[in-house]
């Protein structure tokens, strides 16, 4: 697998705490995605980390790549309910499509 | 961006039979990926499909099994053959407008085997 074991997880947090999720991939890649899967649908692209960029902002969301220990992460500040769903990061190889890890569902609660 | 319409959005159909998941895009797309999800667990890459070559299958899957078509830049076919329960998934297309770009996807299409 291209992926560590400590992806899967489940995390229950309260709305409007931060919260960070981790992965690390095992194989050299270019670029680092996360995505968000909300119940029943598809996958929605959040963050894309090249393997030049250390860390990527977009609003409440930040990601951080190390290409040297091979790990991302995905930190969310002031969680609302609505980021309730799983997120998962992936590689993208060379445009042949995605590599995605397990993934870890974030639950926020009122 | 690029929209893609998947059709059914789910189906129930029985053991052995045959099931067509179409997929269309917006907008022209050199590769359509297909990707498989089981209830509970991540996406898997089930193969890439380029318009007029054919498609290139991730290790697990088959062109017996799951053959696909892209008979042009805007649309393919994956076809799930000999259904069994075990294929009870969801099915999704996947493109992108620019390699290493924003990658998007469909809404998904639930099969169920019975």
């Known amino acids: 697998s291209q992926w560590g074991e400590e992806n899967l997880q489940a995390l229950s947090i309260q709305e409007g705490e931060d919260v960070t999720m981790n992965c690390s991939y095992k194989?050299?890649?270019?670029?680092v995605q996360w995505y968000r899967q909300k119940s029943g649908k598809g996958p929605a692209q959040l963050i894309l980390?090249?393997?030049?960029?250390r860390e990527k902002r977009s609003g409440r969301l930040r990601a951080t790549l190390d290409t040297s220990s091979q790990s991302s992460s995905l930190s969310i500040t002031g969680t609302l309910a609505t980021d309730t769903a799983v997120y998962f990061c992936?590689?993208?190889?060379?445009?042949?499509?995605?590599?995605f890890g397990l993934g870890t569902r974030v639950s926020v609660f009122p | 961006s690029v929209l893609l319409y998947q059709k059914p959005n789910r189906d129930i159909c029985q053991s052995g039979t045959s099931l067509k998941i179409q997929c269309v895009a917006d907008?022209?797309?050199?590769?359509m990926f297909w990707y498989q999800q089981f209830q509970e667990q991540s996406l898997m890459l089930m193969a890439t499909?380029?318009?007029?070559?054919?498609?290139?299958?991730e290790s697990g899957f088959t062109k017996d099994k799951f053959p696909i078509s892209r008979p042009n830049l805007t649309f393919s076919t994956l076809t799930v053959n000999n259904a069994r329960p075990g294929d009870s998934s969801i099915y999704f297309c996947?493109?992108?407008?620019?390699?290493?770009?924003?990658?998007?996807f469909g809404k998904g299409t639930r099969l169920t085997v019975v």
């Open positions: 996947s493109s992108s407008l620019t390699r290493d770009g924003e990658v998007f």
């Open positions: 194989t050299y890649t270019t670029v």
């Open positions: 980390i090249r393997s030049n960029e």
């Open positions: 992936a590689t993208d190889n060379y445009a042949q499509g995605l590599t």
């Open positions: 499909a380029n318009e007029g070559s054919e498609a290139t299958y």
């Open positions: 907008s022209q797309v050199v590769s």
